[in-house]
């Protein structure tokens, strides 16, 4: 009911927000000499706020059609490599012949499309070889292409992974971490040929208990019943995954939005002062940021109930209880994390994350017990928030540098580290990135701290 209201409301509106952009195109027309004006700018202003509050944003393109290669404009051209019901994988391929270490970009599963990405993608494309899981909208995959949950997810990873094969570098952004780190985990235990060279993960929630946030407080503190009942929604008929139990994008919206409200609130409010004085460039800016953020997708309620389940609640993987349930065959598996021995870890955290807080990324070291230090390695940038550490001049200069010597110092078949990642970032020695000189001890206090407070909590039941 709560969707079919929805698409009513946004139904209703639909002859308000025509008006609006009508009367937007014709105050802001500059055959019109009234939109030179202090009043018709402030009346183009006001109806295109309105039209845009009104919308629904459509998925948005990567449209990556070029990349710069050593001072040379390279064409790119995107493709699907391996469609599935709920996920294509996306190849940018560069037109160009070079041997570059092939990284698969698993992107997160949590309301915005893999579009999000695109910045990290682009900054990558140079010197890398590009792959990028782009998720399905689930109100757009029939009912009868089954459910998709974290089993799936995991399940997709590791198939996509085999697919690439064994000389490939994987980074899990955000929310894949988890069940990038239990594909990898599984793929290690099954002594799989195609277990990936080197492991990144970005702002994930390894293990939650380490520190908390809004999110984590929200998940621990109400049960699973009262996420089912609060903000699962059935697909209208309408709609080709009709029926179909989801988490509404447009919920999912709300939620990001009531985050920052303030900020959102005070940015759309320059956007409007923006268009009111004229400045065209800044209102560009506003437009090009809120078209990606705005425009969401239903996750499947199946993954998110799971997911917020057993990462944010049983807190499974850090415990060592997280299990596997094989889509195809049925069987349970293990999630053993201390079977990781050969894959490099890089942890990436950014100081001002709200979401995924300094701690539950670099947990992920603290149970890979039986990895390697050479092979582990943290990366905690100063300044940056959540969307900081894989989009913007930090990540294009900070942190994707970092990356890239991480990846090509554990890809034997590959170039060198190139010679101006060594002069843009002098610390980039791997003993300054070693995690078990800076920071790791921490990590391990706050875990044991997280642990007994948990079983302090158990007894006091």
């Not at 389940?309 to 293990?334: C, I, N, Y």
């Amino acid at each position: 009911m709560l969707y079919h209201l929805f698409d009513i409301h946004h139904a209703f509106m639909t002859p308000a927000r025509l008006t609006a952009e009508m009367t937007r195109n014709a105050w802001a027309n500059p055959n019109n000499p009234l939109s030179y004006t202090p009043l018709g700018r402030t009346i183009a202003a006001g109806a295109e706020l309105f039209e845009r509050s009104t919308r629904k944003f459509a998925k948005p393109e990567f449209g990556l059609k070029t990349t710069q290669i050593d001072g040379r404009t390279v064409d790119v051209l995107e493709h699907i490599v391996s469609e599935r019901p709920f996920c294509n994988l996306i190849h940018f391929r560069r037109m160009e012949r070079r041997d570059d270490p092939r990284v698969l970009i698993v992107a997160p599963m949590s309301g915005h499309y893999a579009t999000l990405l695109r910045g990290t993608v682009e900054a990558l494309l140079p010197h890398h070889d590009v792959y990028i899981t782009d998720w399905k909208d689930a109100r757009q995959v029939p009912l009868a292409e089954g459910r998709f949950d974290l089993d799936s997810y995991i399940a997709y990873v590791r198939e996509f992974l085999t697919l690439l094969g064994p000389d490939v570098h994987v980074v899990a952004v955000r929310q894949p971490a988890v069940p990038v780190f239990a594909a990898v985990a599984l793929m290690e235990a099954d002594e799989d040929p195609n277990t990936p060279l080197s492991m990144t993960l970005m702002g994930g929630p390894i293990d939650t208990r380490v520190s908390k946030t809004a999110v984590t407080e929200l998940a621990e503190e109400r049960p699973l019943s009262w996420f089912e009942k609060t903000v699962v929604s059935p697909v209208p008929f309408y709609y080709p995954g009709a029926h179909r139990r989801v988490y509404p994008g447009f919920l999912q919206l709300s939620g990001f939005m009531s985050m920052n409200l303030d900020r959102h609130v005070g940015s759309h409010v320059e956007f409007y002062n923006h268009l009111v004085q004229g400045d065209g460039e800044s209102a560009e800016r506003h437009r090009d940021f809120y078209d990606e953020y705005l425009a969401v997708m239903d996750m499947d309620a199946d993954f998110y109930l799971q997911t917020v389940e057993t990462v944010f609640q049983k807190h499974a993987l850090p415990k060592g209880e997280m299990t596997w349930k094989d889509p195809l065959s049925g069987r349970v598996h293990r999630v053993d994390p201390s079977a990781i021995r050969k894959t490099a870890l890089l942890t990436i955290e950014g100081e001002l994350d709200d979401i995924s807080a300094h701690g539950q990324t670099t947990a992920a070291h603290v149970i890979a017990t039986n990895l390697p230090a050479e092979k582990q390695f943290h990366h905690f940038q100063e300044n940056v928030g959540h969307y900081g550490i894989f989009n913007g001049s930090r990540w294009r200069t900070l942190i994707m540098p970092r990356i890239r010597h991480f990846m090509r110092a554990h890809d034997s078949k590959r170039d060198p580290i190139p010679s101006d990642d060594l002069k843009k970032i002098p610390d980039i020695a791997p003993t300054h990135w070693d995690v078990r000189v800076h920071g790791i001890d921490a990590v391990r206090a706050r875990s044991a701290k997280a642990k007994k407070s948990e079983k302090t909590a158990e007894a006091a039941e």
